[in-house]
């Protein structure tokens, strides 16, 4: 047992949790005036001070109690699970206490209960009052049950249970619903330690009359419960994904791979559903879903609303997918062109917006024409900057045209050897023309361009093994070594592709 410690609390409430800023259901939902569940790792305790500090401790049992302490006024308890085999008490707002944070407690599946007395709003309580105090005993269990009120207070105010909202919560939980335009999430996971070499568990629920299993299928998405009927007194629960899936992106990989078993007894008290072999942070979802499923209390509710999610998901798919469309539309020139164009990382784009036809025409031409439309834009890129002539360019070009390779100047390092050579060899010429920049990028204030330097890499792209890319990236380095003369060279140009 801890000691008796201050807590700061704020609006009358603390919380009590395994795994630090785990989040789940909102309070309200299910729960009493001591304690509301909020998941596998949480709940809040509720206190009768608004805003000040109260007295708590915590007891690790080593099993569950015989007998219910005298001298509190309400006693309440509820299931948790504790992968990292530790819990805190923290105030709403943060409020901590060092011999009630990160408590020792068993490792998996363990029930809380939960001690109070003195509850007195700071309006009425006075000097003479006692302080108020919690006190919390832990033991280990391998059963999940429903949350319990042990011993109500007198004064306990009587709050609406929701368990189809519960169970909404719960189902979505356990499927990985996310938000519209969203990746898939799962439950918070510990952040120290996962649920490996931990025993599944049972999920036990009672009612004093007799129910009715729901056999069948339970729709929830992209995925769906199969309930197969073993016997007369046996259920076989498993996940498999949904023949029609309701997102754009649908889920696929299941809460659970394997297969478990429900089974229902009667007896003069009524009838018991144990679900056995679960996983221990799945237990308090699966016990909250059959809660709704035992009690019949109407639709599924988890149904409309992965159908409004799956809605706004699509709208939003369908909303990139048109904006998509239209920035594609913009690269391009027009639609976007086949997916082997689209891969490639020259100069395909502005290629598309000097003359997106002349590109799909291109695309379309054999491979053995595709590498001739590249050497023959390369030689009008020379002959348009007066580097036709030169030796070392002549011998490489005539070589491309005999279908040899490239010099090694031009093929390694992208032919940073050859650019070197042609920014020092004094024979080459020295013109500009006026800089027509690409309507997808600034000009940066630049009006001029050495004709040589942007007509020369036409010639290097026919050291690229891929025929498209080369003829590409040749025909648009020699359309823009070209200048005011583009229209004519590009006019050219088709009639070379006839």
């Not at 020792?104 to 700071?122: D, F, K, M, S």
């Not at 997916?339 to 000097?354: E, K, T, Y």
């Not at 007066?386 to 490239?406: F, N, R, T, Y």
């Not at 990028?441 to 004709?451: D, I, K, L, M, N």
Request: charged letters at 25%.
């Amino acid at each position: 047992m801890t000691d008796w410690a201050r807590l700061h609390v704020s609006h009358c409430q603390y919380d009590v949790s395994t795994v630090p800023g785990a989040t789940g259901a909102a309070i309200y939902t299910v729960g009493d005036d001591l304690l509301h569940v909020g998941g596998p790792y949480q709940f809040t305790g509720f206190c009768g001070i608004h805003t000040g500090g109260i007295e708590a401790r915590l007891r690790v049992l080593s099993a569950p109690p015989t007998e219910v302490d005298a001298g509190w006024d309400a006693i309440s308890e509820a299931t948790l699970w504790s992968p990292s085999g530790r819990l805190s008490v923290v105030g709403l707002m943060g409020g901590t206490a060092e011999t009630l944070t990160d408590v020792a407690v068993p490792r998996g599946l363990i029930r809380v209960r939960v001690h109070a007395r003195h509850r007195l709003h700071e309006t009425v309580r006075t000097d003479d009052d006692p302080p108020e105090q919690h006190e919390l005993h832990v033991w280990a269990v391998s059963e999940q049950m429903p949350c319990r009120t042990v011993l109500a207070d007198p004064g306990a105010r009587c709050w609406e249970q929701k368990p189809a909202k519960a169970a909404e919560w719960a189902m979505l939980s356990l499927c990985r619903a996310r938000p519209p335009g969203r990746r898939s999430c799962r439950l918070p996971s510990d952040p120290y330690e996962d649920d490996n070499g931990l025993d599944r568990v049972t999920v036990v629920r009672h009612r004093p009359a007799p129910v009715t299993l729901p056999v069948g299928v339970l729709p929830v998405g992209d995925l769906e419960v199969r309930l197969d009927r073993v016997d007369a007194a046996t259920l076989r629960w498993s996940w498999a994904t949904a023949e029609s899936p309701v997102f754009p992106d649908p889920l696929t990989a299941l809460p659970d791979d394997e297969p478990t078993t429900v089974r229902v007894t009667t007896g003069p008290d009524g009838v018991t559903l144990r679900h056995e072999g679960v996983r221990g942070r799945q237990a308090v979802a699966l016990g909250l879903i059959w809660d709704h499923l035992l009690d019949g209390t109407g639709p599924h509710p988890w149904v409309e609303t992965l159908r409004g999610q799956a809605a706004k998901a699509t709208a939003g798919a369908e909303k990139v997918r048109r904006l998509q469309a239209e920035q594609e539309a913009a690269r391009w020139g027009g639609p976007p062109p086949s997916d082997r164009v689209r891969r490639l990382f020259g100069h395909a784009q502005s290629l598309a917006r000097i003359d997106r036809r002349l590109l799909d025409r291109i695309d379309a031409l054999p491979a053995d024409r595709q590498r001739e439309v590249a050497c023959w834009a390369a030689r009008r890129a020379m002959r348009v900057a007066g580097l036709e002539q030169l030796g070392w360019i002549a011998d490489a070009l005539a070589a491309a045209e005999d279908g040899s390779p490239l010099p090694c100047a031009f093929t390694e390092q992208n032919g940073a050897a050859a650019y070197g050579r042609l920014m020092s060899d004094p024979e080459v010429p020295h013109t500009t023309i006026p800089l027509t920049p690409d309507p997808a990028f600034r000009a940066f204030g630049v009006t001029e361009v050495r004709q040589q330097a942007v007509a020369f890499p036409a010639l290097v792209a026919l050291a690229n093994h891929d025929p498209l890319a080369a003829a590409i990236d040749a025909v648009r380095d020699a359309a823009i070594a070209h200048g005011d003369d583009r229209d004519r060279f590009l006019t050219e140009a088709h009639a070379a592709l006839a």
